[in-house]
């Protein structure tokens, strides 16, 4: 079983070979990770809504200032998370393929 490789392992292999297909997956890392890094930002944003329910407000923020900052934050991660699945839409397409069968 350890002889079997990944298949995104073979991806990446190829890429590192084909400079087209490497700067394609450069981007769509850097997105990845940065969609990463902003999801951070969600958990941050549930609980200083949280707290500040409780409490009145959490490091100086309301509850309300963490609601107006979770709706345009919301709006972003949406945009973001947009244009990752449009950039793995081949990848979507063949997993929702893989899944109904």
Same mark, same amino acid.
């Given at each position: 079983?350890?002889? *079997?490789?990944?298949?995104?392992?073979k991806?990446?292999?190829?890429?590192? $070979?084909?400079?087209?297909?490497?700067?394609?997956?450069?981007?769509?890392?850097a !997105? =990845?990770?940065?969609?990463?890094v902003? !999801?951070?930002?969600?958990?941050?944003? @549930?609980?200083? =809504?949280?707290?500040?329910?409780?409490?009145?407000? !959490?490091?100086?923020? @309301?509850q309300?200032?963490?609601?107006?900052? $979770?709706? $345009?934050?919301?709006?972003?991660? @949406?945009?973001?998370?947009? *244009?990752?699945?449009?950039?793995?839409?081949?990848?979507?397409?063949?997993?929702?393929?893989?899944?109904?069968?």
């Amino acid at each position: 079983m350890g002889d *079997i490789m990944d298949p995104m392992s073979k991806i990446f292999e190829e890429a590192k $070979r084909n400079p087209k297909m490497k700067k394609k997956l450069k981007i769509k890392a850097a !997105f =990845t990770l940065l969609l990463s890094v902003m !999801f951070l930002g969600v958990i941050f944003i @549930t609980v200083g =809504t949280i707290l500040a329910s409780k409490h009145g407000s !959490f490091i100086g923020m @309301t509850q309300l200032d963490f609601l107006k900052l $979770r709706s $345009r934050y919301g709006l972003i991660m @949406t945009a973001l998370i947009l *244009i990752h699945l449009g950039m793995n839409w081949n990848i979507l397409k063949k997993e929702i393929e893989f899944l109904m069968s």
